[in-house]
């Protein structure tokens, strides 16, 4: 990939992109708000200002439809056609399943690694440079833009070529949800040992804190899901039982009341919400969650609320990006 097909892909000049490159490393010019940190936990989100926000949206657009990397099967995060639905039903109902998270992963992907990704996908010297300063802030890949999904699947690909190999050789199960990795079947501790051992010989560090072993006859979840029957995922009890609770109060008792008697407000669960739970129940479980967006549509007011002719259940996690012709007006 030369330069030119750098800025074609990002919709602006080579020119506007130095500039924009240029913002984000000296971060002089804070009139234009080049983007703003926020700190949600131990995790700094970054929230991209217009120019930048727009830019990464066209290169993950385009390095999606043009880029040579082909996700691996067995990863499901930020892939066009998986989603957590489709990582935990290839773990129904075995002996023991093992999560593994990393620590930090999307900053522990710096400048460096980041450049030796894009080298494999054909990016040219100065393409490579310049690219690599627009999709990291700080020499790291943050959190919050467009084109950190894929580049840290890309990134991460030779890893998750080793993991498969050893998944294969010893007759295990494995996913990946972005830095959420799972393993099935007969999993034993001598198991764990060997994966550490090549997250760490490939630079990557365990989160001990959220590795767990889950085994049949317990609490089985892999991406937020109960995967201990052999049918399908299913969504967990406690969130079932609670969605009943509040369309039954909603049922009995007018969505307003709901709101103010009984904790609705302060669960702030306003429409949206509440259409976006009762969808992602559907999509998991549509004998449970159809009932839901029914008494729903029946009860919320309608001002407030979705059609149901425009339930989607897209809960892959990837937005399609906005497609700008020029940026000259940003830049």
Known sequence: MTIEDLSEYAGTSVAKLEKLADRLR????????????????????????TALDTVTK???????????????????GFVKGRSPLTNAAQHLDKACVLRVDLREFFPSIN???VGTALQTQGFQTDALELCTRIVTINGRLPIGLSTSPLISNIVFEPTDYTLASYCEYEGLEFTRYVDDMIFSGDVADR??????????????????????????GGPQYVTGLFVGCADRPRIPRRIKRQMRRVCYLIEQFGYQSYMEDFGGDDA???????????????????SVGYPMLRLLSEHVPEKNAHSLDQTRFDHIGITVPRIVESLDDLL
Not at 36 to 49: F, L, M, Q
Not at 59 to 76: G, K
Not at 193 to 214: C, H, P, Q, S, Y
């Open 26 to 49: 000296e971060r002089v010019d804070f009139s234009t708000h080049v983007y703003t940190t926020y700190n949600r936990g131990r995790r700094e989100i970054v929230a991209p200002a």
């Open 58 to 76: 066209n290169l993950h657009r385009s390095f999606v439809a043009e880029l040579p990397y082909n996700p691996p099967l067995h990863v499901h």
């Open 111 to 113: 400048s460096d690694r």
């Open 191 to 216: 198991n764990l040992g060997d994966i550490k051992e090549i997250l760490l010989a490939d630079g990557w560090l365990v989160n001990d804190r959220k590795t767990v072993f889950m085994r049949r």
């Open 268 to 286: 702030r669960m306003i429409p949206n919400r509440l259409y976006g739970w009762a969808r992602y129940i559907a999509s998991i479980e549509p």
